[in-house]
């Protein structure tokens, strides 16, 4: 059992901003490659930011000067800062975390994050 606990989703208006958290446990979480991903009804699911152990962080153009991962390693947590929401960005987001050494992913549960005016 390895949870990723989400929070931070929720409603917001066209240009807000929201801080998304996933909490981690039982993994070396300070050697694991951490994520965000998406996924819009009848969409594919798409990568919105990752960061390395080491602090590297890739976006894709979507998100890129809007968006920023971070992590925590003290707290086990990786976060998701997301400025400028547009309705676009609306999606279930889930956290990932990837452990290089034994090549095992674990998925979060998902949490909403719906942009409305």
């Known amino acids: 059992q390895v949870p990723l606990v989400e929070s931070g989703g929720g409603l917001v208006q066209p240009g807000g901003s929201l801080r998304l958290n996933c909490a981690t446990s039982?993994?070396?979480?300070?050697?694991?490659?951490m994520g965000w991903y998406r996924q819009a009804p009848g969409k594919q699911r798409e990568l919105v930011a990752t960061?390395?152990?080491?602090?590297?962080?890739i976006y894709p153009d979507s998100v890129k000067g809007r968006f920023t991962i971070s992590r925590d390693n003290s707290k086990n947590t990786v976060y998701l800062q997301m400025n400028s929401l547009e309705p676009e960005d609306t999606a279930i987001y889930y956290c990932?975390?990837?452990?290089?050494?034994?090549?095992?992913?674990?998925w979060g549960q998902g949490t909403q994050v719906t942009v409305s005016s």
């Open positions: 960061i390395t152990g080491g602090g590297t962080t």
């Open positions: 990932k975390a990837y452990i290089a050494l034994t090549k095992s992913n674990y």
């Open positions: 039982g993994l070396p979480f300070s050697i694991a490659t």
